[in-house]
T-cell receptor
Framework: QQPVQSPQAVILREGEDAVINCSSSKALYSVHWYRQKHGEAPVFLMI?????EQKGHEKISASFNEKKQQSSLYLTASQLSYSGTYFCGTERGTGGLTYSGAGSYQLTFGKGTKLSVIP | EAQVTQNPRYLITVTGKKLTVTCSQNMNHEYMSWYRQDPGLGLRQIYY???????DKGDVPEGYKVSRKEKRNFPLILESPSPNQTSLYFC????????????FGPGTRLLVL
């Protein structure tokens, strides 16, 4: 089952902040974030494991609440280059409803959030 | 240059005519995966492979086959393509340890008539 991303689309002016949310109904081992520009392949942004907060890029960070099975991507002081579609990918753990120490390596992506940054 | 390559990049075929999309990586990655991308549906995993001779189904494996005989190659086979397999296909690879990142190929746009 695909994770649910919100919002589906957002328009920002340069310098504004945005939050993209990713929610799953399944227990998660890890959450991955990617950005895809029109006509290009997805590009890895960051991965979060077991509730860790990780800064993968300059002004882009993310959090992962494994109890709520949710992750959020934070974009601060947005730039024109941030425009694109953002996808979260969720990996369930092995061992049924709760994850064990190992990931399943099966990645399920959300439908994406289209972010447009305008001057 | 470290990269994932896919061939062909564009393909038009007819229903039922077997085809293979090749994927190759030069980074010595253990993990490789195939995704399809359709408007409004995002990326959906078809198959993945954790190493040579080890493959497993993703979320949408029906109508596809894969093989992993060499570490660098992970071809996607459509034995009898149908119009609902018209899509944009991406291959990706990553080092297995720690899930560091996935590197995506440029994509293959397939149209099945």
């Amino acid at each position: 089952q695909q994770p649910v991303q919100s919002p589906q689309a957002v328009i920002l002016r340069e310098g504004e902040d945005a939050v993209i949310n990713c929610s799953s109904s399944k227990a998660l081992y890890s959450v991955h974030w990617y950005r895809q520009k029109h006509g290009e392949a997805p590009v890895f942004l960051m991965i979060l494991l077991k509730g860790g907060e990780q800064k993968g890029h300059e002004k882009i960070s993310a959090s992962f609440n494994e109890k709520k099975q949710q992750s959020s991507l934070y974009l601060t002081a947005s730039q024109l280059s941030y425009s694109g579609t953002y996808f979260c990918g969720t990996e369930r753990g092995t061992g049924g409803l709760t994850y064990s120490g190992a990931g399943s390596y099966q990645l399920t992506f959300g439908k994406g959030t289209k972010l447009s940054v305008i001057p | 240059e470290a990269q994932v390559t896919q061939n062909p990049r564009y393909l038009i075929t007819v229903t039922g005519k077997k085809l293979t999309v090749t994927c190759s990586q030069n980074m010595n990655h253990e993990y490789m995966s195939w995704y399809r991308q359709d408007p409004g549906l995002g990326l959906r995993q078809i198959y993945y492979s954790m190493n040579v001779e080890v493959t497993d189904k993703g979320d949408v494996p029906e109508g596809y086959k894969v093989s992993r005989k060499e570490k660098r190659n992970f071809p996607l086979i459509l034995e009898s393509p149908s119009p609902n397999q018209t899509s944009l296909y991406f291959c990706a690879s990553s080092p297995q340890t720690g899930w560091k990142t996935q590197y995506f190929g440029p994509g293959t746009r397939l149209l099945v008539l």
